[in-house]
């Protein structure tokens, strides 16, 4: 097992690498950038270094700043969260000439998967159904607009190397489609430096179910079950729960028995989630392979009692997988809330700010993964997200009740700064979600519903 691992990420799921690196006695090294010099990260690892300024580009995403980090602390393998170069096959590449070990899939099958295009057809290779679509990245705006035509619309354009609900709009309307496409394209080089775009034909109110997996590069791959992450707002998840509410025993199985199959066909190696959308004719379809830790990750972990950390650094490690499919073994069901940063009255915006309150919930089977403190400054440089809460109970309506309880006890204030917790538990008290028939228009539908509210009592 590796005596040091460099932890090239930020915020809380540094944290939770570090925690598990410790518990197995692996010494940690963190990096942070000049806004973070103070952060939870760097009071907890074994060793620091500062990488660069706040700016992402210049520090996070500066794969010659986290490689030499590494080789200087004596790191031998670079663990990347999520996020930031966690699927980025250039940097898998450069650790890997640089004899440090990435954990995670191997730099040539981040390179197939990450490119979304290219993984849909992989998918299709292997058999798994996938919505209608663009084959390859269209080489003109007038070859994207044929594709989108002959697709019908609404169709979805997503960059080829986007991932966690980042890099895609819908156009309904094919007047809007040249400056949808001109502004994506923008986007996708800014924030992937990569601005190949492709289409697909857009599911209205689907359901977002997602398998996770574990393989060992071997051909070895089990899966932890299905997670239910429909309750978004502009394709960010919100609310993530397992096993997915509502689904039929029959599907579920289908599903999860197609993620394995994909899976196994591309010898995957490490953690990662096969996504799907499940539309309203009870059938599901392909949308994309995570090759990381997933924000989610803990409510598999709840209900399995699988530390997927460990197995990540086990398998990169060469160690293989310690669990085999016999031996996952779900129990009750696990519900996981993410506390941002955001004002929802204002279309989730972020709100930076110092936190003079923060005061996460405790109690019988709450989980908090988080990185916030009071006098720790939000910033606009990065994701808002706060803090993960994660219920466990024998049941939902028990999970429901008890993540309800969870954010009520939540206290998080400062100047300028609002968070999403209030929405939160406006969502698990809608009667939509209780009843498990909620599908990715709910957020939608609920802003409908306030500003038919608002009219109505003006």
Request: hydrophobic content about 40%.
């Amino acid at each position: 097992m590796f005596s040091t691992v460099l932890i090239a990420n930020r915020g809380e799921i540094a944290l939770r690498v570090a925690r598990t690196c410790r518990e197995m006695g692996i010494r940690t090294v963190a990096v942070c950038s000049d806004s973070d010099r103070d952060s939870a990260i760097t009071r907890y690892a074994d060793k620091t270094v500062r990488i660069g300024p706040s700016a992402a580009r210049l520090s996070y995403l500066n794969p010659a700043a986290i490689v030499t980090a590494a080789l200087q602390s004596g790191a031998e393998a670079v663990h990347p969260g999520y996020g930031f170069l966690s699927e980025d096959p250039d940097f898998a590449e450069i650790c890997e000439a640089n004899g440090l070990t990435f954990v995670g899939p191997p730099a040539a099958l981040l390179r197939r998967l990450g490119d979304k295009a290219q993984a849909r057809e992989i998918a299709r290779a292997a058999g798994l159904p996938v919505l209608p679509g663009s084959s390859r990245s269209p080489a003109s705006l007038e070859e994207a607009r044929e594709v989108a035509a002959l697709i019908g619309y609404p169709v979805i354009i997503k960059a080829t190397a986007g991932g966690g609900g980042r890099g895609m709009t819908v156009v309904r309307d094919p007047r809007e489609f040249g400056r949808s496409w001109a502004r994506l394209r923008a986007v996708a080089q800014a924030t992937f430096n990569d601005p190949r775009l492709y289409l697909e034909k857009f599911l209205e109110n689907a359901r977002h179910v997602e398998v996770q997996v574990l393989g060992d590069g071997n051909g070895d791959v089990i899966h932890l079950g299905e997670r239910d992450c429909s309750v978004q707002r502009r394709r960010q998840k919100l609310v993530e729960e397992t096993p997915a509410p509502g689904l039929p025993g029959e599907l579920a199985e289908r599903i999860r028995a197609a993620a394995v199959h994909a899976a196994r066909e591309v010898r995957y190696a490490g953690a990662g989630t096969y996504e799907f959308l499940v539309g309203d004719d009870g059938d599901f379809v392909f949308m994309e392979v995570n090759c990381r830790i997933q924000v989610e990750h803990p409510v598999t972990e709840q209900v399995t009692g699988i530390d997927l950390v460990r197995e990540q650094l086990r398998v990169a490690a060469g160690y293989g997988l310690s669990v085999t499919q016999e031996d996952v073994q779900p129990r009750g069901v696990a519900i996981e809330v993410r506390v941002n940063a955001e004002d929802p009255e204002r279309g989730f915006l972020p709100t930076p700010g110092v936190l003079d309150e923060f005061l996460p919930p405790s109690g019988p089977f709450v989980r908090v993964d988080t990185h916030g403190f009071p006098g720790f400054r939000v910033t606009a440089d990065y994701d808002p997200l706060l803090a993960k809460v994660t219920v466990w109970a024998p049941d939902r309506r028990q999970a429901i009740e008890r993540v309800d309880r969870a954010l009520a006890e939540f206290r998080v204030t400062g100047r300028g700064v609002h968070t999403t917790r209030d929405f939160l538990r406006r969502v698990v008290a809608n009667p939509v979600f209780r009843a498990a028939k909620h599908t990715t228009g709910l957020v939608d539908e609920m802003a409908v519903e306030d500003a038919e509210r608002l009219r109505l009592a003006g």
